[in-house]
């Protein structure tokens, strides 16, 4: 069958199980489905025990994986679980591969293979091979690759590239992150390759610096989890375009899982096996944590290895796993629990998103060129139009004086319109319109508080004498209520009085007719009273004023 086939609908991380070829594999335990995608484990129970007791130990276990590797060759493994994440790196996406089990299942030899045997070579050597054989194939875009390789040794990061000539001294080793969650290590030294020779030699210094010891199973076992990672950054030849891709992917060999009472490790060996187990328990549980929809929190800052593969589980790459196993009786145990974990991992999810930039230079040079045309475009435009003294140049401080005067000709009436030739120019007359409307503002205010102040002190002080302050007759010929006494007084300038209507000025007209009117009649009124009747007759001033009504009275209704 073919390679398992990342898709955008069902975008996940990729598991598949391989044995390690041995001689006792434990075939009437261990068995496949046809189809090589489904582990299935019989487990009979201990015949031994006593009769009378109930035994609910379990027997069966089954596990659907996407492939099942059973005796495979490293070719056969290369192709069908990391040809594709390689290809997808050449494209601007992210990558992890990365390989999980217990001690003496195979994971070095699936990621690197035996170093004295190159057909035998493992993951990480092909997938260089791979990624400068597409250097050489894109003739048509300039490739830049670099080379990284961190140990995580006792949850301490350690540079495996620290060691080659050109080397510079450089702090412990630390994980930052950015706005955008994108991890990255610190102080960790990143090397140009030009070629696969130089790749294969960044990769075989650092393996010789990696930790390893040996013990009761597995005489080279590595003693910390080891991250190779590739980056590739691709611009276009051919094209003008500011675009371009970065891109890495990593090639995890993770250390495996021991069982102390199997290892017999003691001293350092035993130390080491602790921080191991360790850090692949808080990576169970982050893997746990991604499965599971509803939790919120994934606890990666719980270890320096979770935190490092941060953007491979459960992030923005593609993501394959290969679960190792030991197929052997006295493995079992460990076999179930790594194929349990591999179930697990199917149930990640993964956003895969392809890694495009824009380089900030090339953009200037584009935008420059985009204006260039612009102009020339306007320049044309202009000339057709007979416009040819038109300029698109930035304002100078003698064409700002000339917009001036002109929106002051339009305000004094000078003018009947501003003639809009560009944008600049619209923008300034506004600009200018503005800062007289402010100048107004500032003016009407300044006048207020110069009237208003005077008026203030002499209230004051007329409240220091004991005076009231003196109270305008109302003007009853208006129409409406007068103001409070808590409004302020001032003298507003000429400008800001609104002109009269037509209809206002004709009403106040027929109202002062009125008053006239009304004032002459009272005075012919008081005229006749007086010439009629002795004024003297009247005891009082109230007697008086009651006879002058019933007259006036008498003379409204005639």
Same mark, same amino acid.
């Given at each position: =069958?073919?390679?398992?086939?990342? =898709?955008? =609908?069902?975008?996940?991380?990729?598991?598949?199980?391989?044995?390690?070829?041995?001689?006792?594999?434990?075939?009437?335990?261990?068995?496949?489905?046809?189809?090589?995608?489904?582990?299935?484990?019989?487990?009979?129970?201990?015949?031994?025990?006593?009769?009378?007791?109930?035994?609910?130990?379990?027997?069966?276990?089954?596990?659907?994986?996407?492939?099942?590797?059973?005796?495979?060759?490293?070719?056969?493994?290369?192709?069908?679980?990391?040809?594709?994440?390689?290809?997808?790196?050449?494209?601007?996406?992210?990558?992890?591969?990365?390989?999980?089990?217990?001690?003496?299942?195979?994971?070095?030899?699936?990621?690197?293979?035996?170093?004295?045997?190159?057909?035998?070579?493992?993951?990480?050597?092909?997938?260089?091979?791979?990624?400068?054989?597409?250097?050489?194939?894109?003739?048509?875009?300039?490739?830049?690759?670099?080379?990284?390789?961190?140990?995580?040794?006792?949850?301490?990061?350690?540079?495996?590239?620290?060691?080659?000539?050109?080397?510079?001294?450089?702090?412990?080793?630390?994980?930052?992150?950015?706005?955008?969650?994108?991890?990255?290590?610190?102080?960790?030294?990143?090397?140009?390759?030009?070629?696969?020779?130089?790749?294969?030699?960044?990769?075989?210094?650092?393996?010789?610096?990696?930790?390893?010891?040996?013990?009761?199973?597995?005489?080279?076992?590595?003693?910390?989890?080891?991250?190779?990672?590739?980056?590739?950054?691709?611009?276009?030849?051919?094209?003008?375009?500011?675009?371009?891709?970065?891109?890495?992917?990593?090639?995890?060999?993770?250390?495996?899982?021991?069982?102390?009472?199997?290892?017999?490790?003691?001293?350092?060996?035993? %130390?080491?096996?602790?921080?191991?187990?360790?850090?692949?328990?808080?990576?169970?549980?982050?893997?746990?944590?991604?499965?599971?929809?509803?939790?919120?929190?994934?606890?990666?800052?719980?270890?320096?290895?979770?935190?490092?593969?941060?953007?491979?589980?459960?992030?923005?790459?593609?993501?394959?796993?290969?679960?190792?196993?030991?197929?052997?009786?006295?493995?079992?145990?460990?076999?179930?629990?790594?194929?349990?974990?591999?179930?697990?991992?199917?149930?990640?999810?993964?956003?895969?998103?392809?890694?495009?930039?824009?380089?900030?230079?090339?953009?200037?040079?584009?935008?420059?060129?985009?204006?260039?045309?612009?102009?020339?475009?306007?320049?044309?435009?202009?000339?057709?139009?007979?416009?040819?003294?038109?300029?698109?140049?930035?304002?100078?401080?003698?064409?700002?004086?000339?917009?001036?005067?002109?929106?002051?000709?339009?305000?004094?009436?000078?003018?009947?319109?501003?003639?809009?030739?560009?944008?600049?120019?619209?923008?300034?007359?506004?600009?200018?319109?503005?800062?007289?409307?402010?100048?107004?503002?500032?003016?009407?205010?300044?006048?207020?508080?110069?009237?208003?102040?005077?008026?203030?002190?002499?209230?004051?002080?007329?409240?220091?004498?004991?005076?009231?302050?003196?109270?305008?007759?109302?003007?009853?010929?208006?129409?409406?209520?007068?103001?409070?006494?808590?409004?302020?007084?001032?003298?507003?300038?000429?400008?800001?009085?609104?002109?009269?209507?037509?209809?206002?000025?004709?009403?106040?007209?027929?109202?002062?007719?009125?008053?006239?009117?009304?004032?002459?009649?009272?005075?012919?009124?008081?005229?006749?009273?007086?010439?009629?009747?002795?004024?003297?007759?009247?005891?009082?001033?109230?007697?008086?004023?009651?006879?002058?009504? %019933?007259?006036?009275?008498?003379?409204?209704?005639?």
């Amino acid at each position: =069958t073919g390679s398992v086939m990342f =898709t955008s =609908t069902n975008r996940r991380v990729r598991v598949a199980v391989r044995t390690r070829q041995s001689a006792n594999f434990a075939h009437e335990v261990i068995t496949f489905d046809e189809n090589q995608k489904t582990v299935n484990i019989h487990l009979p129970k201990n015949s031994d025990q006593l009769q009378g007791y109930v035994n609910n130990q379990q027997q069966d276990w089954s596990y659907p994986l996407d492939r099942v590797f059973h005796n495979a060759s490293q070719e056969s493994i290369y192709e069908h679980c990391a040809r594709e994440v390689t290809s997808k790196l050449m494209e601007g996406f992210n990558g992890t591969i990365f390989a999980y089990g217990e001690t003496g299942a195979g994971k070095t030899y699936t990621m690197m293979g035996p170093r004295d045997n190159y057909r035998l070579r493992g993951i990480i050597p092909r997938a260089i091979s791979q990624v400068f054989q597409s250097v050489h194939d894109r003739q048509e875009s300039s490739i830049v690759v670099w080379i990284s390789y961190v140990e995580i040794y006792n949850e301490v990061l350690n540079d495996l590239l620290a060691t080659l000539p050109d080397s510079e001294p450089s702090p412990a080793l630390t994980i930052s992150e950015d706005d955008q969650g994108n991890v990255t290590v610190k102080g960790l030294s990143v090397r140009i390759a030009n070629n696969e020779e130089e790749a294969l030699s960044m990769l075989f210094e650092g393996e010789t610096n990696r930790s390893i010891q040996e013990h009761a199973l597995n005489k080279l076992s590595s003693r910390s989890h080891c991250i190779f990672t590739v980056y590739v950054e691709s611009r276009s030849r051919t094209s003008s375009n500011a675009n371009y891709t970065l891109s890495k992917l990593n090639l995890v060999d993770l250390a495996g899982s021991e069982r102390l009472s199997k290892t017999n490790s003691v001293g350092t060996i035993l %130390k080491e096996a602790m921080y191991i187990n360790k850090s692949l328990s808080f990576l169970e549980q982050v893997i746990i944590a991604l499965a599971d929809k509803k939790r919120d929190y994934i606890p990666y800052r719980q270890s320096k290895l979770t935190h490092v593969l941060k953007d491979s589980l459960g992030g923005n790459c593609y993501t394959y796993m290969i679960a190792n196993i030991w197929g052997e009786v006295e493995q079992i145990e460990e076999t179930i629990s790594t194929l349990r974990f591999a179930a697990r991992m199917m149930c990640v999810a993964n956003d895969p998103v392809q890694n495009v930039f824009q380089d900030p230079i090339l953009l200037l040079k584009q935008y420059e060129e985009e204006i260039k045309t612009l102009k020339q475009e306007l320049a044309m435009h202009d000339t057709l139009a007979h416009r040819s003294s038109v300029s698109y140049e930035p304002l100078d401080e003698v064409k700002i004086q000339a917009i001036q005067r002109q929106v002051q000709q339009y305000i004094d009436g000078a003018i009947p319109e501003i003639e809009i030739v560009t944008v600049r120019q619209v923008k300034e007359v506004i600009s200018q319109f503005k800062q007289m409307f402010h100048a107004l503002q500032t003016e009407k205010q300044q006048s207020m508080e110069s009237v208003s102040k005077p008026l203030s002190s002499d209230v004051k002080q007329s409240h220091a004498k004991g005076k009231q302050p003196p109270v305008e007759k109302e003007d009853t010929s208006l129409v409406g209520d007068t103001d409070g006494t808590g409004f302020g007084v001032g003298i507003a300038p000429s400008i800001s009085k609104h002109p009269a209507s037509p209809m206002i000025a004709m009403w106040k007209a027929r109202n002062s007719r009125k008053k006239n009117a009304s004032e002459t009649r009272n005075k012919q009124v008081c005229k006749h009273v007086t010439q009629a009747i002795n004024v003297s007759s009247f005891t009082d001033l109230s007697s008086w004023h009651h006879h002058l009504m %019933k007259w006036r009275l008498k003379s409204m209704t005639r």
